[in-house]
């Protein structure tokens, strides 16, 4: 018998049995479970995404309509504003600088830092920091006990020098004296001579007529003889004499040279000694006093600072681009912090060369100190380039746009540039309702 698969309904295993397959032992039953039952449902897994981007989305919308949509819709409806007040100004006439400023530095023209001329210990100090001292003014003492003592040394060289002149001077006086004597004799002498010779011409001439003896000649030859000898012995004391004034005259020149000598050395030493006291080389104010009362000092060691502040000289750093408009007596300003003129002068010296480092051209101006600048102070200086007449306006009455300049200007309503551009018959929502003689402010460019 065959078997009819109608006569018995037994069907065939699914692939999809749980029997076959235990992990499909689920159901959507209750009290079933299984691994499709940790699945939640679609509407779970695509819902509140879908919120959030809708909260988004809307938070965006509502930003834009009450930023953007909102205050324009708002602005297009709302009338124009009224016009604003301001306050007019007449251009006035006046001169108009061409200048520049700069950061300078105020340098004194005297300031000076004191040191000693000779090597010493410093004895006593005789001003303090922030004095205000004159010119000549002691301002301190070295030791100088061993100066003192050559220079006395000195003067008693020089006070010996001077007596031995005076000896010199009463030896010549003697000798000159004494050859007076001398001369006489030898005037005598001469006489004698020459009363002798004529006598012994007189007896040659008897003797040759045969009236006196031949002895009685040669008697009157030994007395003429003899009053040659005593003259030629009163010419030679008289040459020893004039000898020994000249060597006397000799001495007093020697002694006078000597006593020149002393006096140089005395002076020599009472001006070293001058330089055991510093004094000030001009009048000033004393700042710094590194010194002490008992230091060694040399010709090296600071000693103070001496500052002259009556007359400064203010020194500024000019742009090279400036330099063909730099030159002597432009004016130039010193200002303080309120853009205040302090004082003003003239330049007094123009560099030339050029800082290789700055690329700048040093400039000088001396000013007289007011009493409220300090030297190595840094100020504002201003250099005036050139001065013209012009017209000065408000500065709040200037605009610039587009890199031009462009100036408002009062101008009835009806012949201003808005004016103008508003037609007759434009509406009130339009055009503010403006008198056509009213002023308004006019914006027009500066040429």
């Known amino acids: 018998m065959k078997n009819d698969p109608r006569a018995n309904p037994i069907s065939s295993p699914s692939p999809l049995d749980p029997r076959l397959d235990p992990r499909l032992d689920s159901s959507i039953g209750p009290g079933i479970t299984g691994p499709a039952a940790n699945h939640p449902p679609a509407w779970r897994r695509f819902g509140w995404p879908a919120i959030g981007v809708l909260a988004v989305l809307g938070g965006l919308g509502w930003i834009v309509f009450s930023r953007i949509i909102l205050p324009l819709q708002f602005a297009k409806n709302a009338p124009p504003p009224p016009p604003t007040p301001v306050q007019l100004a007449s251009p006035k006439t006046s001169a108009i600088e061409d200048s520049s400023d700069y950061a ?3 340098d004194s023209r005297e300031s000076v830092t004191l040191q000693s001329r ?3 210990q410093i004895a006593q100090i005789y001003v303090k920091s922030g004095d205000l001292v004159k010119a000549g003014q002691p301002l301190m003492q070295l030791d100088a006990t061993e100066q003192q003592a050559q220079v006395a040394s000195r003067a008693l060289a020089a006070e010996t020098a001077a007596a031995d002149i005076a000896a010199a001077q009463a030896d010549v006086e003697n000798a000159i004296q ?3 004597s001398l001369e006489a004799r030898r005037a005598s002498a001469q006489s004698d001579v020459q009363f002798n010779q004529r006598e012994y011409d007189r007896f040659k001439s008897l003797r ?3 009236a006196i003896s031949q002895q009685n000649l040669e008697q009157r030859l030994n ?3 003899v009053a040659q000898a005593r003259l030629s012995e009163a010419e030679a004391e008289l040459s020893a004499q004039e000898s020994t004034i000249n060597r006397s005259k000799a001495t007093v020149a020697r002694s006078q040279r000597a006593y020149e000598q002393s006096q140089a050395n005395i002076s020599e030493g009472q001006a070293r000694l001058q330089d055991y006291q510093i004094t000030a080389p001009f009048s000033g104010l004393v700042s710094d006093i590194p010194a002490k009362v008992g230091d060694g000092v040399s010709n090296t060691t600071p000693l103070l600072t001496l500052t002259q502040n009556q007359e400064l000289e203010v020194q500024i750093q000019v742009p090279l681009e400036r330099a063909s408009a730099l030159r002597k007596g432009l004016a130039v300003q010193l200002l303080n912090d309120d853009s205040q003129v302090l004082q003003t002068g003239l330049v007094s010296f123009v560099s030339p060369d050029v800082d290789p480092t700055t690329q700048s051209i040093q400039v000088k101006a001396s000013f007289q100190n007011s009493g409220n600048l300090r030297t190595s ?6 250099l005036i380039w050139k001065e013209q007449t012009g017209l000065l306006v408000a ?8 890199g031009k300049d462009f100036i408002f200007v009062a101008t009835p309503y009806s012949s201003s540039a808005c004016g103008a551009a508003a037609a007759p018959s434009a509406s009130p929502a339009g055009v503010p309702g403006v008198a056509p003689d009213q002023l308004v402010a006019d914006q027009r460019l500066i040429r």
């Open 118 to 120: 000779v090597n010493g």
């Open 104 to 106: 300078a530095s105020l």
């Open 208 to 210: 040759s007529q045969g």
């Open 178 to 180: 004494t050859l007076s």
């Open 223 to 225: 007395t003429l003889r």
């Open 377 to 382: 102070q840094f100020v504002r200086a201003r």
């Open 395 to 402: 500065t709040s009455a200037i605009s610039r746009l587009g």
